[in-house]
């Protein structure tokens, strides 16, 4: 296949790209098309690795109508609206939501999730997107996060949940440090993760300080213990909006921690500005990690989705541009280049926080022709018209066009 007059990465350049046997096999200006060889008129459009959704439920995502509503819109009537219908789901019925979501991802050039999955009652949810991930690996690469909603430290049998999901295949370990009863049992839980996580040689992705309360500090506490360990960049904290919350000389102390650690930051800014800030009368907190100024010191940062039509979040569509461009707005990084740039969040650094292989991601010569072409000749312009994607192909088959 012969793709042609496409601008690689906001590349001010059209170049050709061709596909043998699903592999880039040569990038180049003016190739010409071999006999009867399938080709794309790309006409100077964009070329960008494909989306990654760092921090989704697909446990949860579609359940809004069967679990009900939210009607305070906080992360705690959330949690107990989810914790009533979790009781009652089936693995069939999780997987044919799982499976709507993912047709949404498709179509917005998604093919990379991290999913967390809700393992404190059983493992009926994990046992389905177990199921589900190989069934779609040809069209999407799911993690799963063995996810223990209500804390570790709450019960034994959370505990034993947890260790059986990361033994079943979990990709990473998950937690909720801020949500353990107590400050030291947070702590506790961490290092539990931890354990638990070396043991398997699995990732951590923990949801981290999400929450208005700026005394809320366990991301030091997971980021000193990446450090030591050096698990470093196999260690993820999602939301961290305390951050938003903390006084700038403990953020710079906390930066540079952070940065020596090598761990990644997962921030969802459109499910923390609809949960954030509930507590608040005027002014109200955005609810938002500090993302530009995590990115300024090193660090490295992508975003995640976290919910789709469901007791957090009523709505979204799989859109990974939606959910860049709320976090753009929120943080203030509307300049220009800060806008043109801002498609790593969404792609490679998205794709270093799942540990994805060099070998495995981006455009390049030797590498899977995994990527996704737009209309628009830079990613300011895609931000701009949010038209979407017009051809998205992984391996080099397409598997979604407009
Ligand atoms: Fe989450």
Redesign the pocket.
Known sequence: MLIKNVRIENSEHESDIRIEKGIICEIGEHLEPFQGEERIEGQGGLVLPPFADC???LDTCLSLDAAGPNLSGTLFEGIRVWSEYRKQIDKEEVKERALRTLRMYRKKGVQYIRS?VDVSDNLTAFEALLELKEKVKDEVEIQLVA?PQDGVMTSEKVRRNLEEAVSMGADAVGGVPHLELTREYGEKSIQYIMELAQKYDCLVDL?CD?IDDEQSKFLEVLAAKAYETGMGEKVSA??TTAMHSYNNAYCSKLFRLLSMSGINIIA?PL?NVNLQGRFDTYPKRRGMTRVKELLENGVNVSM?H??IYDP?YPLGNGDMTEVLLMGLHLCHMMGYPELNDSYRIITCNGAKTLNIKEKDYGIAVGKPASFNIFKEGSFFEVLRSREGVQYSLRKGRIIDRK
């Open positions: 921090h989704v439920h967390h996810f949801h999400e999602s939301h969802n499910v995640g976290d919910d957090f």
